[in-house]
């Protein structure tokens, strides 16, 4: 269901796009078909399906650092130490593969074209880490030794995005720049846990498990891709596209794809 709702909410904001757009290509419609000879019409709508691999890199940093601080407030070990700030977890790189869809929009003027298009990949990027750190220190001549442990990871199962595009139409190939909103669903799940001593007497671990199943992510889209005209409106392409997501754990998503479109 989440899955249909990324697919859904990166269509809504394509066709809202269009709509905005499409006054303007009325006025202008007689003069976009007329095309240089020996140059494809890329005008019209077009659909096709995708395939791809890529890499993630997570920057799990600061992703457990508000469960510490919950764990800690108005404590001796916060005030004085600032446990939660404490570097226990970094960052980290996988790779992941994918398949997906797009449609999309074209408008042209002679060897250029300009379009709107939604894109969605269904695949497993992201990563997962975990850390410890410990340190003692004296608080009021009361010794502490304090232990932070935490992990953490991230799978994104849904990633796809809502893209101008722009390109420059040669023979029978179509070099374009894309860029927009990048939007996601993705399973997140964070641990912190404070344990260790005061004055010798081993106090009872403080432990924070954030568990977030099917959390929409978002941010933004860029890329470069080649489409090229096979035959009577089918057409393959070639693609790169990094996606950045934000909070609350920092991904990005980088995919080089291969696909297959027809375009009406």
Do not use: C
């Amino acid at each position: 269901m989440r899955r249909v709702v990324v697919a859904a909410a990166v269509m809504a904001a394509v066709q809202g796009a269009q709509a905005a757009d499409m006054p303007e290509y009325g006025a202008l419609r007689g003069a976009l078909v007329d095309t240089p000879r020996g140059v494809v019409n890329w005008q019209g709508f077009y659909v096709g399906g995708q395939a791809g691999t890529g890499a993630s890199d997570m920057d799990f940093t600061d992703s457990t650092r508000g469960a510490a601080a919950n764990l800690l407030v108005n404590t001796v070990i916060e005030n004085t130490m600032s446990v939660s700030g404490w570097p226990v977890l970094g960052t980290t790189s996988s790779r992941g593969q994918g398949y997906g869809g797009f449609v999309g929009y074209n408008a042209q003027w002679d060897d250029v074209v300009l379009g709107i298009e939604a894109n969605y990949m269904h695949g497993s990027f992201g990563g997962s880490t975990s850390g410890y750190m410990g340190r003692m220190f004296s608080s009021n001549n009361v010794p502490y030794d304090v232990d932070y442990t935490a992990s953490a990871s991230i799978k994104v199962n849904d990633v796809g995005s809502a893209r101008l595009r722009a390109g420059w139409a040669f023979g029978s190939f179509l070099p374009y720049a894309f860029g927009g909103v990048a939007l996601g669903q993705a399973d997140i799940i964070r641990t912190a846990m404070i344990s260790g001593t005061q004055n010798g007497v081993r106090f009872t671990p403080l432990v924070s498990n954030q568990i977030q199943n099917g959390h929409f992510i978002y941010g933004y889209s860029g890329g470069l891709g080649i489409d090229m005209m096979v035959y009577r409106g089918l057409f393959v392409r070639a693609e790169w596209e990094y996606q950045k997501f934000a909070a609350p754990i920092n991904t990005a998503v980088s995919t080089v794809r291969a696909g297959v479109g027809y375009k009406f």
